[in-house]
């Protein structure tokens, strides 16, 4: 059975993890949703939680940003722990959620500014033109949210949650539903982060985002971590390849993003 | 945390101010049936109806007002409907905020567009031949009412905010609301009314709230009416204020 098969972690990685979380129990009314999950994610890598939908990604992300109550268990991020010091963990962290938390009214450099205001920091407008520019959403920055594309949206969203610099990002299926071309910006953003020393957490169905991104990777299923490790730990777990003699095709992806690449949109960076 | 509560409503107070400020049809909105409702009543029914007063307009104005606010209070319900669906509302909450200042800004959004509404109601009364006597205190102590009433029902407001799962439930608890002045003195003096229907009348909060009201615009002396309609207005705001924090609390826990 796979339950047997977690791969321990590098011994300095459990010493003073960015999140530790163990025996975390959830239930909605009679559904068990977490049936004891055990996680720890060293600081300034990627973790990327694998899981089908439904397999309780969310509510990890939901209880490690104090927005739900585990029924048992610890977690602890940036030192804190989620329940008893929560004013501390929303200090550390940010979180982008399944769908965009931007403000569709209001302009992308007013959310910026919103999100700078509230988190009590001085000089909100150099911030927001500052994030901008990295983002590539500075000749878009005083049209309404509403207007931008998914792409511009998940890139505004992941920049309002990068303001203040948490040291601990959560990103809960920061691709779904986005073109392709989008969903390299977004790797290429989550990526800039990580090599600033912020830990990134990750949920994703999408295994090739997984691989391209994550340090380590954990797979959730049935409401536990059925497996953990980096991505060479995980292949070999299954038995050493065979060579066979295959045609390479180029993907659909490979044919759609050749096609389309050379495009001079001024939404590319 | 508690110590950035009026920095953290102020700013977002300035969000929902903005969003007001490029959708000032939702005031329009709130302000249009309520001047239908009185240009119906006064040139088309108001003819025929034996108030004791000399202007209809002035009889009818307080119960007009008190229209204005329940159907502005619906866009409160609707604007926190729309945080809570959008995911800017748990974006909020994982934020190291004053948590019930988010509620707060809402409020007070409502607040100042009720206001507003307000004004435009009494201009379009003053057009049709609205007057009154009343002196700078007297619009004050009309004023304090509204302002009163406006935050009794915006509290009311937030519980189906927080609680619907569409839009249309969000802002349908209003029409009772809106209907409640029609069985009180706001139109008609209530001695008109067969038994029940008047015993009813004469004891739901509208028709002291508008009576008081009408002694304020007409100079009467106010009696007992205005304590009965602030012990109402103080008591629906104290209600709705615990259930609409205990809807939050169930809400972000």
Not at chain 1, 108 to 133: F, K, S, Y
Not at chain 1, 245 to 258: A, I, M, R, S
Not at chain 2, 7 to 15: C, E, I, K, N, P
Request: charge should be neutral; charged fraction near 15%.
């Amino acid at each position: 059975m796979l339950t047997g098969m977690s791969i321990p972690p590098p011994t300095d990685q459990v010493a003073h993890p960015a999140i530790h979380v163990h025996g975390l129990e959830k239930s909605f009314k009679n559904l068990k949703v977490l049936r004891g999950v055990d996680i720890d994610v060293a600081r300034g890598s990627i973790f990327a939680l694998l899981g089908s939908n439904g397999a309780g990604k969310t509510t990890v992300v939901k209880i490690l940003s104090t927005l739900l109550r585990a029924d048992t268990g610890t977690a602890r991020v940036n030192g804190f722990d989620v329940a008893t010091q929560a004013a501390d963990v929303r200090e550390s962290i940010s979180l982008t959620g399944q769908f965009a938390a931007v403000d569709e009214i209001l302009s992308g450099r007013e959310n910026l500014v919103l999100v700078a205001r509230l988190r009590h920091l001085r000089n909100p407008g150099t911030i927001a033109d500052d994030l901008l520019r990295r983002f590539s959403l500075t000749d878009a920055a005083s049209r309404r949210v509403a207007t931008y594309s998914g792409g511009m949206r998940r890139r505004l969203d992941i920049a309002m949650s990068l303001i203040g610099n948490p040291p601990v990002v959560f990103l809960d299926e920061p691709t779904t539903g986005l073109d392709p071309e989008a969903r390299i910006e977004v790797w290429q953003a989550v990526k800039e982060l990580a090599e600033g020393g912020t830990t990134v957490l990750l949920t994703t169905q999408y295994l090739d985002e997984a691989e391209q991104l994550a340090d380590r990777i954990a797979i959730l299923h049935e409401g536990r971590i059925i497996v953990n490790g980096t991505l060479h730990e995980l292949r070999q777990l299954l038995p050493p390849a065979e060579v066979e003699y295959v045609e390479k095709q180029p993907t659909l992806e490979d044919v759609f993003l050749t096609l389309v690449g050379a495009r001079t949109d001024k939404e590319q960076r | 945390m508690t110590k950035h509560f009026l920095g953290d409503t102020a700013v977002l107070l300035g969000r929902s101010l903005r969003h007001i400020s490029r959708s000032p049809d939702t005031i329009i909105t709130t302000a249009i049936m309520p001047i239908a409702f009185m240009l119906l009543f006064v040139y088309v029914f108001g003819g025929a109806i034996q108030t004791g007063s000399d202007s209809y307009v002035n009889y009818l104005l307080p119960g007009i007002l008190v229209i204005t606010i329940a159907s502005g209070i619906s866009y409160t319900a609707f604007r926190l409907f729309l945080d809570m669906q959008g995911g800017i509302f748990e974006r909020f909450q994982s934020m190291p905020i004053a948590r019930s200042s988010v509620l707060w800004a809402h409020v007070l959004t409502s607040l100042v567009a009720n206001l507003t509404s307000l004004v435009v109601v009494v201009l379009v009364a003053l057009l049709m031949g609205f007057r009154t006597g009343a002196g700078l205190l007297g619009w004050l102590a009309v004023a304090g009412i509204l302002v009163l009433f406006t935050l009794a029902l915006t509290w009311i407001a937030v519980v189906p905010g927080l609680t619907a799962k569409s839009v249309d439930g969000a802002s349908a608890f209003s029409y009772p609301l809106i209907f409640l002045p029609f069985i009180s003195s706001a139109f008609v003096p209530t001695e008109t009314m067969p038994g029940p229907v008047r015993a009813f009348a004469e004891h739901q909060p509208v028709t002291s709230i508008v009576n008081a009201l009408r002694d304020l615009f007409t100079q009467q002396p106010v009696d007992s009416d205005i304590w009965t309609a602030l012990a109402w207005c103080g008591g629906i705001l104290v209600v709705a204020y615990v259930f609409a924090d205990i809807t939050y609390r169930r809400r972000i826990s």
